[in-house]
């Protein structure tokens, strides 16, 4: 199947906006790591690589809107599905928390696993609208 000029483009920004962020998040380690930095350096250093995870939102809502109405369905209600499963999973290792010595969880999961979960569900939600 070829891909459209909307996927192509999709695929092109997300390669270029993934190799920042691959290289602002090493960069950002390599300085911390071998230099002595004060405070707010270092925080603006950790932040660095948040600037291409938000430019993912304007690349993947061009990449929505430019989808016809079912894939632009699938895509958001996989979404959806990504975002309430690891609501619910993270509110209930914190309940769970709260009454045994489990580890906390680190903040940075969050989002791979609602990319992950989001992505499982867009093949078994898929399937219904075929």
């Given at each position: 199947m070829a891909m459209t000029p909307a996927a192509k483009t999709y695929l092109r920004r997300m390669l270029l906006i993934f190799t920042l962020y691959t290289v602002l998040l090493f960069g950002?380690?390599?300085?911390?790591?071998?230099?002595?930095?004060?405070?707010?350096?270092?925080?603006?250093?950790?932040?660095?690589?948040?600037?291409?995870?938000?430019?993912?939102?304007?690349?993947?809502?061009?990449?929505?809107?430019?989808?016809?109405?079912?894939?632009?369905?699938?895509?958001l209600e996989s979404a959806l599905i990504?975002?309430?499963?690891?609501?619910?999973?993270s509110f209930t290792y914190g309940m769970l928390r709260g009454v045994t010595d489990w580890p906390g969880i680190y903040e940075f999961w969050y989002l791979p696993a609602f990319i992950g979960v989001s992505g499982i569900s867009q093949i078994f939600v898929k399937r219904r609208y075929q």
């Open positions: 950002a380690v390599w300085t911390d790591n071998h230099f002595e930095l004060a405070q707010p350096v270092r925080i603006i250093l950790s932040l660095l690589p948040v600037l291409p995870v938000i430019a993912c939102i304007g690349t993947i809502m061009a990449f929505v809107r430019a989808m016809d109405e079912v894939q632009a369905r699938i895509v990504g975002a309430i499963v690891v609501a619910v999973a």
